[in-house]
């Protein structure tokens, strides 16, 4: 932890001792007896959930046109997860890219980690160094057992979080405690995980205090995962034999991962709430899946994947006429270590790599009514500072310390306006606008090969969402929205190797910034005992960012390629045009008070419209539907995902010239709670064995995985 991380994280612990007068929340009480608890849990109703990302304020999902899911705490646990990637392949239009238990990025509606902006409680975990197409931002750099619910928003959003929202959002909301409570009062909870197939173990601790105006939380956890086993019959399958040993085995797939996260939360004056939070992710030898060193002359991993991060926030409640004010800041550090030694026969080499990314970022909000208006206005500002060594080794010349990219600053500003507006009963109408403005700026670092790179991007974004109550539990939507994405740094001065080795990356400094309009119709039904939602939408991309081979026959390519036998050469470019459309739909019913199925299904498709070629990585047909049995005291649920095969990718595509195979996965789970606070869950993944790759996944997922919880709470 460096000095500026300390000192941060000294004015924390002097805004706890200056948080001023507390005053205890007044709250109504009430009492539920068992009996009437287990009538509840006979009779479960379906309540609209709430959303804090699709507004940037606390809405209920049904009152946005935008389509958004959220998995709250409860379903978290029922999923049971070894992973956080693994909650996006339940929901329509989310694929994920990446194999093993720390790999693994969310892509929406075809757009992956560059496109996609991942938050942790509303700040950015997004940075200019690993938001590409090829590496990517990792969710699993905040652990599942720090987590309360997750949201995800399909389609742009760059009115409400600017450049890296283009694709969609993900939220992942950490646990608050609670402050309504009149008498202090401590919680806590143990709980420990096995996985089969991976001989992973995972063990976790949490304690809680609330009451009287102040809160506190202080959570650990320990996770260890070894290599893990493919279904049967991996390793003669030609797909892949070259990824597992003779065993099925999957190498180089395993890494251990240590977490302690810390908040505390006060109520100031008569309405306000000040939060501080610190947390720390140690992530040690993380591996590329599917190169064994032994065997393959491949090695690829991460030995250290490190994050610290702080943050302060104060919510005011109605002040100065507004119904609140905000303010919040963070300061965050992502350390990385990754080696990559090859050993081709003819050539090899030797690379190692420390990336350094220190984020600064805060948001200044408020949010007012005046008459049937509802507005949300603010200030984002984000900043990126980026430092890399390096030292690499190549057959037959000199050992060097150049950097792929340079030492460097990004940083973002961005102010916004949304004006909810209530027209009757039954029309409401979302206004939004939003202006950028991006900074870019190398410094002439000697160990950088290529020019420094200094450059600027502005944008103003809008949306305009229509929302049309046909009955009390039925809404039709309609949304129009504007995105844009400001190329990063990595894209921009990126000069090297890829992670995999294979490729070479060309700098490329001249990239336009990507904008898209998209165009969506849809409805939400919810019922007490059914719910239901649909979408349709076009989206019309321009100066698309992708990958594009840069051929020998090229007047440039002697200038700026390595000309190393089984290399390829390339970069980052602009496309002209492009367009991505596709359906999503969901459904859930309870019957028979116990019993209730649930279903989704998403279909892609996307398009190269310079050219007329496919777009590359449009996942599939995903079609997901399975049943759940809930009495009183335990639940058994089971699903099937059935995702179909795509031969629609573009003709040049080295990877899949045959396009990707369509497969069946089954999952069985449940769970059963003592009324002592011991707690048991069982989950069965990939039931039947199923031999399988996600779409665009190069490796087999794992076999039949059979992971128990043990879970006690007071």
């Known amino acids: 932890m460096n000095r500026s991380l300390l000192m941060l994280l000294v004015v924390l612990g002097l805004a706890f001792v200056n948080a001023g007068p507390v005053a205890a929340q007044e709250t109504e009480t009430t009492e539920t007896t068992e009996d009437e608890e287990k009538a509840v849990d006979q009779d479960r109703v379906f309540e609209d959930q709430i959303t804090v990302t699709a507004g940037r304020q606390e809405l209920l999902s049904g009152e946005v046109a935008a389509p958004v899911t959220v998995i709250t705490s409860d379903r978290l646990e029922e999923l049971q997860p070894e992973k956080m990637a693994d909650l996006f392949k339940m929901i329509p239009g989310v694929e994920v890219e990446g194999e093993g238990p720390f790999r693994g990025i969310p892509v929406i509606r075809g757009q992956s980690s560059n496109r996609v902006l991942i938050l942790v409680d509303g700040q950015r975990l997004n940075n200019g160094r690993e938001s590409t197409t090829f590496a990517g931002i990792q969710p699993a750099l905040v652990n599942l057992s720090q987590v309360e619910r997750v949201e995800v928003l399909r389609g742009p959003a760059s009115v409400q979080y600017g450049s890296d929202a ?43 205090g609330a009451g009287k105006g102040m809160s506190f939380h202080i959570g650990a956890s320990i996770e260890d995962v070894g290599n893990y086993t493919a279904a049967d019959g991996a390793a003669d399958d030609d797909r892949f034999a070259q990824y597992v040993l003779p065993d099925d085995t999957v190498p180089n797939s395993g890494m251990k991962q240590q977490n302690v996260d810390a908040s505390m ?52 409640g109605r002040l100065w006429g507004l119904e609140d004010l905000s303010l919040s800041a963070y300061y965050q550090e992502i350390d990385k270590e990754s080696v990559m030694n090859i050993d081709r026969g003819y050539f090899a080499i030797n690379s190692y790599t420390r990336s350094q990314i220190d984020s600064f970022g805060f948001n200044v909000q408020s949010i007012a009514g005046v008459n049937n208006h509802h507005l949300t206005f603010g200030l984002d500002y984000y900043q990126d500072d980026l430092h890399d060594t390096a030292l690499r080794e190549i057959t037959g010349m000199e050992p060097d310390d150049s950097v792929s990219v340079p030492d460097s600053t990004q940083q973002g500003i961005g102010v916004y306006l949304d004006d909810r507006l209530e027209l009757g009963d039954r029309w409401t109408v979302n206004l939004g606008v939003r202006g950028d403005w991006f900074d870019y700026d190398s410094k ?42 400001s190329p990063n740094m990595q894209e921009r001065s990126y000069s090297g190797l890829a992670t995999t080795g294979d490729t070479y990356i060309a700098q490329n400094p001249n990239l336009d910034p990507e904008s898209s309009w998209n165009y969506e119709l849809g409805f939400k039904a919810r019922y007490e005992r059914h719910s239901a939602g649909f979408n349709v939408f076009y989206n019309d991309l321009r100066d698309y960012i992708g990958f594009g081979y840069i051929l020998p026959t090229d007047p ?95 003709s040049d595509d080295p990877d899949y010239p045959d396009g990707t195979e369509s497969f069946v996965v089954a999952g069985l789970r449940g769970g059963y709670d003592f009324d002592f606070g011991l707690g048991i869950l069982i989950a069965l993944e990939n039931l039947f064995d199923e031999l399988y790759a996600e779409p665009f996944n190069n490796r087999p997922e794992p076999g039949m995985n059979l992971r128990a919880t043990l879970r006690y709470r007071f």
């Open 166 to 208: 283009i694709g969609g959002v993900v939220n992942i909301i950490t646990r608050q405690p609670n402050l309504k409570t009149q008498e202090f009062e401590i919680h806590g909870e143990a709980a420990f995980e096995y996985g089969s197939t991976s001989d992973s173990t995972q063990g976790r601790a949490s304690i809680r």
């Open 265 to 316: 939360s006060f109520l100031t004056g008569d309405r306000g709430v000040l939060k501080v939070r610190a947390e720390s992710v140690r992530t040690e030898d993380v591996g590329f899946p599917g190169f064994d060193p032994e065997t393959s002359g491949v090695d690829i991993r991460f030995p250290n994947f490190d994050r610290d991060k702080a943050g302060i926030s104060w919510d005011s």
């Open 444 to 485: 002439d670092d000697p160990r950088y090969p290529d020019d420094p790179i200094n450059a600027t991007d502005s944008a103003l974004s809008g949306n305009l969402g229509v929302i049309y109550a046909i009955t009390e539990h039925v809404n039709l939507t309609g949304l129009i929205a504007r995105g844009f994405r």
């Open 556 to 650: 440039d390519y002697a200038d700026r390629c390595l000309d190393i036998p089984g290399i390829e050469c390339s970069e980052f470019r602009n496309i002209e045009k492009a367009k991505i459309m596709g359906v999503e739909f969901n459904i859930e019913v309870l019957f028979a008070r116990a019993w209730s199925v649930f279903g989704s299904a998403a279909y892609l498709r996307g398009d190269n419209e310079t050219t007329d070629e496919p777009l590359s990585s449009m996942p599939p047909w995903k079609v997901i539907g399975g049943v759940r049995y809930q009495p009183s005291s335990f639940w058994v649920e089971g699903d099937v995902r059935y995702v179909g095969s795509q031969d629609r990718l573009p």
